[in-house]
């Protein structure tokens, strides 16, 4: 009984099977809910946390791989552990077809909690009017019995854990 226990608690290699998410910009924490896109606020993309950024990078929220960069370099993709990721920045960003972006990793990079992966202008994002809020959501949430949203004002990126899931 307790290994039953013990084993959907611990991955395969003994660690706890839970995903911890950062940061992934410097900023002001925002509920998904509170988004200006339907899109993001309606979670109809997957739950998730936003930023309301006051830094200019988003960097990776945990170690993991990259599994696109979106040709337009406002979003990308990642896999970390068992969680698909999608990290987005702005609304409506898309309309810019890369002005402002510019992109620091590739489809397929391996990368470690912290590092940098999309640099941005805000002042682009401004002059064209589209606010900067950074969504980062869990596409596959449903696989995950447990989600946990970390209550924080102001967070680092990389550094102030936001999100933590366990299956």
Known sequence: MFKNLLS?????????AQVVLCAPVDGQFVALKDVADPVFSGEMLGKGVAVEPSGDTLVAPAGGKV???FPTKHALTMQVKDAELLLHIGIDTVKLQGEGFTALVK?????????????FDKAVLQEHKHPATVMMVICNHNEFKHF????AAQVTAG????VVLRK
């Open 8 to 16: 959907s608690l611990l991955g395969k290699d003994g660690e706890a």
């Open 67 to 69: 599994t696109q960069v």
């Open 107 to 119: 489809t397929g990079d391996q990368v470690t909690k912290g590092t940098p992966l999309i640099k």
């Open 159 to 162: 550094d102030t854990e936001m």
């Open 148 to 151: 946990e949203v970390k209550d």
